[in-house]
Structure formats: structure tokens, C-alpha cells
């Protein structure tokens, strides 16, 4: 089960971490990946976290904003996000795939998802 947290509301410019939480499995031996979606929108990639070499991946709207990372020892991963634009606002979930992930961009590629943490990027 994944469970993310840490969304809030916070002016252009500025920054939140979130966090995703793992339970009943390791998501140390999984990939980890966020997304976001808003109002009649599809669920859009935000970044990904690859199992075996802990490298990341970041959607071109985010890249240099945002930094995904990962600390097994809390069983939890982190999406901190700095320099927020309004266009940043959505609910983000972050998911996990069983298996190797080919496109990390596809949300038919995981096969767990959290419940989202709503971010609003307002003044």
C-alpha cells in the first residue's frame, strides 16, 4: 500500500515535499514513480525512481524544479518541489510497478497506486 502526503496550498516560487509511504512491501526493490492529474485531465508523469540504480527521471516541466529521492530506511519516497508555478497544481500520486518499467511515462506501466495529496500553486 503507498500513501502519499504533504500537499498543501503555497504562492508561486515556492516549495513542499512530498512523501510517499510504503507499507506491507519493501518500495526499496520497487520503481517508484509520481504523477499528477487535474480536472479533466489525464494522469500526467512527473518523475520516476529506477529500483536498481536509484536513477531519476523527471517530466520536462519539472526538470531543475524537482527532485525525487528515497530513503529505505523509512520505507518512504520524497518528490521535493521547488520554484512551484500555478500550472504545478494538481492532485500527485506516486505509484509502483511489479515488474521492470519500460516507460516510465505511462500510467499503465504501474500496477499500484496511492490515494493523492492535492498541491495548489496559488497567491
Known amino acids: 500500500q503507498l500513501q502519499a502526503s504533504g500537499g498543501g496550498l503555497v504562492q508561486p516560487g515556492g516549495s513542499l515535499r512530498l512523501s510517499c509511504g510504503a507499507s506491507?512491501?519493501?518500495?526499496?526493490?520497487?520503481?517508484i514513480t509520481w504523477f499528477r492529474q487535474t480536472p479533466g485531465k489525464e494522469r500526467e508523469g512527473v518523475s520516476y525512481i529506477r529500483s536498481s540504480d536509484e536513477s531519476t527521471y523527471y517530466a520536462d516541466s519539472v526538470k531543475g524544479r524537482f527532485t525525487m529521492s528515497r530513503d529505505n530506511a523509512k520505507n518512504t519516497v520524497y518528490l521535493q518541489m521547488n520554484k512551484l508555478k500555478p500550472e504545478d497544481t494538481a492532485v500527485y500520486y506516486c505509484g509502483t510497478a511489479l515488474s521492470t518499467v519500460l516507460d516510465w511515462l505511462a500510467s499503465y506501466e504501474y500496477d499500484y497506486w496511492g490515494r493523492g495529496t492535492l498541491v495548489t500553486v496559488s497567491s
Open positions: 506491507g512491501f519493501t518500495s526499496g526493490y520497487y520503481g
